[in-house]
Structure formats: structure tokens, C-alpha cells
């Protein structure tokens, strides 16, 4: 039973989030999370059909390539924060309640609906690894089996670390959107789109840099702390424009 609670962590996950601290205590609408839910999903998808494109015509592009990052981490930054401006723009629910409360309930559904296709993904690497491994080249056969071989604490800290850090990131950049529309400046927009694609490329780049577990546990550090601060200082700016 303990294995699979990564698993639940990663698919109600999001759902306790938006249930504990959207609506009893942000009291923020749950189309603000079903929006941040359904964006993400359309955003993803945009995203996998343009890296996979490329990747399938030459293997300058295949993963663990720096063209291939770039691509992945630019269509993130165009889709996703483009996604969480128009969402802002067209849905009666967050246009007319463009708030502090309802910029983080659209975050948490944003970044869980990330938390859910990741643990899906993991969750699909594990049927095939089980029970039909013979699809797998032996390469990826190996990587898959190191993936799921972490071990339950790990598998654990892994889930929390997915659906809080990424709350926290995708906190700041839905507020930074939000600000863009609440003050009817695009540098807003553009500077999230950049900032998310920096994000990006700075977490595919890690194992470049080192191969140590510590290198990527200092860059989690990092996001908290200076992520937690940025996200303080938005906050305060998204306020102040709801009050004036």
C-alpha cells in the first residue's frame, strides 16, 4: 500500500490543494483551479507536438540535447504563460475576480495538472517496464528501471517536492501574468515568458554542470528561497492594484 502513496500524492495531490488551501482558505472559486487544470492540459500538448516534430526528423534534436532544451523550454515559456494570460483574458469566473486568491487557485490547478502527468507518466513507465518490457529498447529499458528504482522515501520527497515547488514556481508565474493584465503592460507577459524558458533551460542544463545529487538539490534550495521572496513581493503588487 505504501508504494503507490507517491502515486496518490502526484493525482490528489492538486485536488487537496485546491480543497484546503483554495477554498477554505484562500476562498477562491474552483473554476480558478479547473481553468489552471484545463490550460495546463492544452499547453502540454502544444508542447509535446513541437519538440516531438523535430526530434523525429534528426537527431540533432533528440533529448539530452541542448536544441532539443531550447525547444522545450521556449515552448513552455510561449505556451503556458501565454495560456495563463488569455485564460485570464476569456473566462468570465477569473476576469471578473482578478485577484490575489484567484491568481494562486489558478495556479494550483496550472501546476497540477504537471503533478498529474507526471505521476501518470511514471505510472505508465511502470506497466511497461512490468509487462512489456520487450518494447523498450535495452537503453531505454535501463533508464525506465533506474527511474523506478529510487526507493519509497525518495519516491515520496519526489511527489511532495513536484506538487509544492512547483506550486511555488508556477505562483509566481501566474501572478506576474496577472500584474500584466491588472496594470494593461505586455513587458509583464513577455518577462514571464523569458523568465519560465530561463527556469527551463537552468533545470535541463543541471547535469552539465555536475552529475552529484547535490547540484540539483541546490538549485531546489534556491527556487525556495528566492521564489518564496519573489512571490511575496508579487503578492504584495497584485494586492495593491486590487485595492486601487
Excluded at 92 to 115: F, P
Excluded at 193 to 215: P, Q, T
Excluded at 217 to 233: A, E, H
Amino acid at each position: 500500500m505504501l508504494d503507490v502513496l507517491p502515486y496518490i500524492i502526484y493525482f490528489l495531490g492538486p485536488f487537496l490543494l485546491a480543497f484546503f488551501l483554495g477554498k477554505k482558505i484562500l476562498k477562491a472559486q474552483y473554476r480558478a483551479f479547473a481553468v489552471g487544470l484545463l490550460t495546463f492540459f492544452v499547453a502540454w500538448i502544444f508542447i509535446m507536438v513541437i519538440s516531438q516534430l523535430p526530434a523525429a526528423g534528426s537527431e540533432s534534436f533528440q533529448e539530452d540535447t541542448i536544441l532539443y532544451a531550447l525547444i522545450i523550454s521556449a515552448s513552455a515559456g510561449l505556451f503556458e504563460e501565454s495560456g495563463r494570460y488569455f485564460s485570464f483574458r476569456i473566462f468570465k469566473s477569473l476576469r471578473e475576480r482578478r485577484d490575489l486568491n484567484t491568481g494562486i487557485m489558478y495556479a494550483v490547478g496550472h501546476s497540477g495538472m504537471e503533478s498529474i502527468i507526471v505521476g501518470g507518466n511514471l505510472l505508465l513507465t511502470t506497466a511497461v517496464v512490468k509487462y512489456a518490457p520487450e518494447v523498450l529498447s535495452p537503453k531505454l529499458l535501463e533508464e525506465s528501471k533506474e527511474v523506478l528504482e529510487i526507493g519509497f522515501h525518495q519516491g515520496l520527497y519526489n511527489s511532495l517536492e513536484r506538487l509544492l515547488v512547483g506550486l511555488l514556481i508556477h505562483s509566481c508565474f501566474t501572478l506576474l501574468v496577472l500584474l500584466s493584465l491588472m496594470k494593461s503592460k505586455k513587458k509583464y507577459l513577455w518577462f514571464a515568458m523569458l523568465w519560465h524558458f530561463g527556469h527551463d533551460m537552468v533545470g535541463f542544463s543541471l547535469h552539465r554542470i555536475s552529475e552529484h545529487w547535490i547540484v540539483g538539490k541546490l538549485w531546489i534550495i534556491f527556487v525556495v528561497v528566492v521564489y518564496s521572496w519573489i512571490l511575496v513581493r508579487l503578492s504584495r503588487q497584485v494586492v495593491r492594484e486590487t485595492t486601487l
